[in-house]
């Protein structure tokens, strides 16, 4: 996730194609993004920080209808990528805060092979 600048209301960002602003943003405790592309992806993803019996949970949550190719691209691939990058995201948490990582998350298959064929299509940066 980049952003154009620090974390609060307003920023515009995203990820591969994704694309969103942060709509709310309460530090340690919540932030919710509106999604702006690709098109057809309509509504937001957040995640949320709540304590829980001793213990902190990270979540994340979609509400998301989708249009158009949307309809096709989200099951077909988005869904796998965005998937495995909300692994990395909540590994990366955990590490961070010294946590138990028994079982880091590994990217299937499926997600490799999608990623090399976006790279393929993908004009390099270095040009």
Not at 14 to 32: A, D, L, M, N, T
Request: glycine fraction near 6%.
């Amino acid at each position: 996730m980049r952003f154009d600048r620090p974390l609060a209301v307003g920023a515009i960002g995203g990820h591969g194609p994704v694309r969103y602003s942060v709509e709310e943003y309460h530090p340690s405790q919540s932030i919710v993004f509106r999604f702006s592309a690709p098109r057809g992806f309509n509504g937001t993803h957040r995640f949320e920080v709540e304590e829980r019996q001793g213990k902190t949970v990270l979540r994340h949550v979609i509400e998301m209808h989708t249009t158009g190719m949307a309809l096709l691209s989200w099951p077909l691939a988005i869904r796998s990528l965005h998937n495995a990058a909300i692994e990395d995201c909540f590994d990366q948490a955990a590490i961070s805060l010294k946590a138990d990582l028994p079982h880091p998350a590994r990217w299937p298959f499926y997600v490799r092979l999608l990623r090399a064929l976006m790279r393929m299509m993908t004009p390099s940066r270095h040009n």
